[in-house]
């Protein structure tokens, strides 16, 4: 009921103009961009610029998203989320519709671009992204509806950007809006409460569904199954280890999981130079031993003293009495 | 500002009702009674004809609540969604009774300009996250819902999953309807946790008629009992708070 009557109340076609009842801006809409459960967005032109509009019948969502994308602004020289530009109502044929223009973010979305430029793309795109979450999550958000659907590659060069904030929730409460694949609830990994921990096994996910593209669908659950089509494919293998990691939520900070997948990509970039990386782990246990040995000899030194130091201090006594 | 406990009665459906009283004039008795009906119809392959249609959206309408009809696979991120939907409508219907007595007249949330919406949406958010919440969930059994019913109970399992990540408590009861003897049978007595469903529900059989008048019409005389139970509990607990202070 509720998603019938928003897409007829908010199907535009091309051409129409919005005029804010607000702030009296002009918008002409040029095409649709998407729709979701929350709304339709379109793209616009507003004065000589391409603006995205996100409207919905549902005024409540516009102004909670409207508060998270104010609360990115603040966040300086970051790029969380597309800016944004207006908020405001239309009125047309006695409805009231909310909506707000944001930045135009254009480019293909992750998978798409993937599909086009490489998978070696993927390392840099995650790692861009990781570092992104890491920011949003210092702030005290966490993404929520992380997927491919929701992150464009802008560029040249090439910028993963977050776009759509309609699941973003602050830190200790309960997600607002997800997307079952790439939730830990649904797969029977945790709960759907909000916390960093969250977005990483979104981010695994999304990085398993660049080897799935069609995404595939929960018959046990649980870590074993996602163990299973990782290890089904092969490009897969190398982030076995993070993978899991970040399924079972043992990253505590988006920070940590790019150290660790910017160390497993840099180990794996020729095998010379892995080589000389276990060389040199070698000496280290070497050394640790001989700490260890040190260590010994350091006791019996100590022991040494003290029986010297009460032996004297016993004679010092004798000698008094 | 307390909006005390929310209360919700979720309907899982799969068509129309044929016997008993008329579940939409149930469904408006809920909504008097302060009980938000909510409504999901389960498709198969082909869609629910248009009367079902009509019951389903008509339920939902006079119990102020919010329907939906799905396709059995997309179930369990449905029910999380209409309740939560709900949850946010109900709240937002208290801050603009709210907001009404501060500004006067028939002013709502809507009225303001958008600058001054953000502070009234956390608000909104603040308390869909901390309130007490109530939800009774009738799962209709009838023969045509027999191979759904797997996919409701894993529905059932994700709503609580969902909920019980907020903060504030969560009850959940649910009925059943054609019950074994009567038209609704109770199936689990309210429990913060869903979990013990996936021992009773595959022991459920299911019946012909489709009593859902009936069904509403108990589950809201079900809230009641409670009530008064838990009332003179938390009587009990105002008064311990009053010495405490």
Not at chain 1, 222 to 235: H, V, Y
Not at chain 2, 110 to 122: F, I, N
Request: net charge neutral; hydrophobic share 35%; proline share 4%.
């Amino acid at each position: 009921m509720m998603n019938s009557t928003l897409k007829n109340l908010c199907r535009f076609v091309p051409g129409t103009i919005i005029i804010g009842k607000w702030h009296q801006n002009r918008y002409t809409i040029l095409k649709e961009l998407g729709s979701g459960a929350n709304g339709i967005v379109y793209l616009a032109q507003f004065h000589n610029q391409k603006v995205a509009i996100k409207m919905s019948d549902n005024g409540m969502s516009i102004t909670s998203e409207v508060n998270v994308l104010k609360s990115f602004a603040k966040v300086q020289g970051s790029s969380l989320g597309p800016s944004l530009i207006d908020v405001d109502d239309w009125v047309v044929k006695n409805h009231n519709i909310s909506f707000y223009v944001m930045e135009y973010i254009a480019g293909p979305d992750f998978l798409s671009f993937i599909s086009q430029k490489g998978k070696g793309w993927t390392e840099v795109l995650i790692l861009q992204l990781l570092s992104d979450l890491h920011t949003l999550h210092e702030k005290g958000w966490v993404f929520g509806d992380l997927k491919p659907e929701n992150l464009i590659v802008m560029g040249p060069p090439p910028r993963i950007r977050c776009i759509d904030v309609g699941g973003t929730t602050i830190q200790g409460r309960a997600i607002k809006e997800f997307t079952e694949f790439y939730d830990r609830g649904y797969w029977g990994l945790g709960s759907r409460k909000a916390e960093p921990t969250y977005d990483l096994f979104a981010v695994a996910m999304i990085i398993i569904n660049t080897e799935y593209p069609k995404r595939f669908n929960k018959t046990s659950g649980g870590m074993n199954q996602l163990r299973e089509q990782i290890r089904q494919k092969t490009a897969l293998h190398k982030y076995e280890r993070i993978l899991t990691n970040a399924l079972q939520g043992r990253y505590q900070s988006a920070q940590e999981m790019r150290m660790d997948l910017l160390n497993c990509m840099n180990s794996q970039t020729s095998p010379a130079q892995s080589s000389v990386t276990k060389r040199q782990t070698r000496p280290t246990v070497t050394q640790t031993r001989q700490a260890y040995r040190k260590k010994k000899g350091g006791w019996v030194e100590t022991f040494l003293i003290i029986m010297v130091v009460s032996f004297l201090y016993f004679f010092y006594i004798y000698s008094q009495v | 500002m307390n909006p005390g406990t929310l209360k919700q009665i979720l309907l899982i459906t799969d068509g129309c009702s044929n016997q008993g009283e008329d579940p939409v004039a149930m469904a408006a008795l809920a909504r008097e009674s302060g009980i938000t009906v909510n409504v999901i119809g389960v498709m198969e392959q082909d869609t629910i004809d248009e009367q079902g249609m009509k019951e389903i959206e008509g339920i939902a309408m006079s119990g102020g609540g919010v329907s939906q009809v799905v396709y059995a696979q997309s179930l369990s991120q449905t029910v999380q969604m209409v309740t939560r939907k709900a949850m946010t409508q109900t709240l937002q219907g208290v801050v603009n009774r709210e907001l009404q007595q501060i500004l006067g007249g028939s002013k709502t949330v809507e009225d303001l300009p958008p600058e001054q919406r953000g502070e009234v949406m956390e608000v909104v958010d603040e308390l869909g996250e901390t309130v007490k919440l109530e939800v009774l969930v009738l799962v209709d059994t009838s023969a045509s819902m027999k191979h759904k019913l797997p996919t409701v109970k894993e529905a059932l399992l994700d709503l609580s999953l969902s909920l019980n990540a907020r903060s504030g408590n969560n009850q959940f009861g649910v009925f059943v309807f054609p019950g074994k003897k009567n038209d609704v049978e109770k199936l689990l007595d309210w429990t913060p946790h869903l979990e013990s469903l996936t021992s009773i529900f595959p022991k459920l059989t299911t019946g012909g008629i489709t009593p859902t008048g009936p069904a509403i019409r108990e589950a809201l005389t079900y809230f009641k009992k409670k009530r008064s139970l838990r009332g003179l509990l938390s009587r009990d607990d105002e008064q311990y708070f009053e010495e405490s202070m």
